[in-house]
Structure formats: C-alpha cells, structure tokens
Nanobody
Framework: QIHLIQSGGGSVQAGASLTLACVAS???????TGWFRQAPGEKRECVAT?????????YSDSVKGRFTISRDRDNANTLYLQMNSLTPEDTPLYYC????????????????????WGQGTQVTVSS
C-alpha cells in the first residue's frame, strides 16, 4: 500500500514563503509527481508536476516563477513544493499526488492521471 503524508501548510501574510512536504512510503524515482490545489467548489488544479527523472517540470501560469517542485535527492521519497511571494489567491487546499511513470520524462497535469494522493494541507494567505 502506497501512502503519502503531507506537512507544511499554515497561515501567512501575503508576500511570505511556505514549503510543503509530501513523504511517500516508496522511492519516487519511478513516479511522476505533482502538486494540486483546490478551492471550495472548484476542480483541482495542477500547479506543478515533475517527471520521474526529475529533469522535466511544468507549472501552471498562476504560479510560474514563484513555486518550485523538487524531490529529496538522498532518499528520493520526499516531494517538496517551495512557494514564494504568496498571494491570497494561493489560499486553497493543496494535495500531492504520484503515479508510476511510463517513461522517465513523462509528466501529467490532469487529476485523473494520478493514482495516489496525499491527505491535503491548508494554506491560508492573508492580505
């Protein structure tokens, strides 16, 4: 059974930074990884995704240049989302997600492409 445990959310002022972590029960070197966020009443939006090789990343336009997805190089079982210059629009619930990769450089931006999900963590940004 694969488990993803998230940590690192919280409440901050606009302009601040936060780092979300997602610890997996497996090594992530064979998996595509992603971070999603979901506001109440809305669909989950992929904000960042990374290929199994770690060489390919994609970001949504809303976070490009401010957020960075990365993976622990030593153990390769922890996924991170570094979030800088936060705004109130970055407030929704955040989820990490993984799926076994079909090739080293695949990445996915759709919710249905992922097989395993973290429990979600709340980020609240006040102006």
């Amino acid at each position: 059974q694969i488990h993803l445990i998230q940590s690192g959310g919280g409440s901050v002022q606009a302009g601040a930074s936060l780092t979300l972590a997602c610890v997996a029960s497996i090594h992530l070197s064979s998996h595509v990884t992603g971070w999603f966020r979901q506001a109440p009443g809305e669909k989950r939006e992929c904000v960042a995704t990374m290929s199994a090789s770690g060489l390919t990343t994609r970001y949504s336009d809303s976070v490009k240049g401010r957020f960075t997805i990365s993976r622990d190089r030593d153990n390769a079982n922890t996924l991170y989302l570094q979030m800088n210059s936060l705004t109130p629009e970055d407030t929704p619930l955040y989820y990490c997600a993984i799926v076994r990769a079909l090739s080293p450089d695949n990445f996915y931006i759709t919710e249905g492409s992922y097989a395993y999900w973290g429990q979600g963590t709340q980020v609240t940004v006040s102006s």
